[in-house]
Each structure stands twice: as C-alpha cells, then as structure tokens.
C-alpha cells in the first residue's frame, strides 16, 4: 500500500494540478483494487453505506469498473469528464500523507502469498466473485445490515487485488458466502 501511494505522491511531481487520469496512470494494472477497495470502505461506513442508493450506486462501479479488468484492460477508462477532473497537487499529498499510518499497518498485516488465487485465472474468479456481490447490492439494501456484509467483502476483495494475499481473497470469499446466506436467510425464512 505504501508502494502505491508513493507511485501517487511521485507522479504529482511538478504539477500543480492532478488530473484523475494522471493519478490511474501512475497506479497502472493496480487501479482497480484501490476502486473496490474505496467502494467497499464507503458502504461499509456507518451512515453513509446506509443512505438508501448508495450501495447500489458503488455496486455499478464496481461492476463497471472490474467488467473492464475482466475484458483485460491495464487501466480503467473513465470518460473524460471524470478522468479530467483535477484536485490541487497540495491537497492530494496532504491526502497521500494522511494515509501512510493506515497503509504501514496494512503492509505488516497483508503480503503476496497464495498467489494463485490473486493471479491468472484466480483473479478472474475473484474478479466475478466480487461482481457477484455488486450485482446483489439491490437486494442488500433490502436487507437490514446486509450491505454492510457486501461492504466488508468488497473491501477484503479490493485489498487482496492490491496487497496481491490470497489468504485475504479468502477471507473475502467467506465474507460473500455470509453475506448471501443472510440474505436468503432473511428473504427466504
């Protein structure tokens, strides 16, 4: 994680404005963890994952977002409005420097190990996986809570993607198969 943000901090270099497109350039192949990993932190947040619409909005961009991992982009397209869009060089480090603390604990806690759930063939499952659970948004807002649980794996899925640690793939994997049984749970029975 601190890779990453260090790739962020040092494409900014001598600019005074950062384009999105410039920040996912700079990030490459790895742009689409950190976009599951944001979604999934932002419905998982208290009050904002549960203001009705939300989950199911982050669920389309994950949905979007890995739909184009899956057809073996390198990078996200964005259209231009977005990936245009610029935030002063200032802030984007201030941002980038507030998140070294939680990055550092990140990087002792996760590393590359079982690899093969995180590439070739593993990463498109866990990539259809991780559709999966945005697909099911809609009915996770439905359920009380349960969103949370789509949150969490989305989160989990993200930082696999990032951290390339297949055992937190798992972990996400078990957080999906919760998810959906409380959900079947609780429209079901």
Known sequence: MTQLLDRIRDSSEGVEQVSVRDILEAVGERSFGPVV??????TLAPL????????TLLGLVVLLTLGQLLFRRHTIWLPDWIAGRQVPRAKLVKGVDWLRKPARFLDRVTKPRLTLLINGPGLYVMALLCMLVAA???AMEVVPFSANGGGAALMAFGLAIVARDGLVA?????FTGLTFWVILNNLVF
Do not use: S
């Not at 904002?48 to 989950?55: K, L, Y």
């Not at 798992?170 to 078990?174: C, F, G, P």
């Open 48 to 55: 904002v994952g549960d203001i009705p619409g939300v989950p």
């Open 170 to 174: 798992l972990l996400a994997t078990t």
């Open 136 to 138: 099911a948004m809609p």
């Open 37 to 42: 990993l944001l979604a999934g932190l932002i």
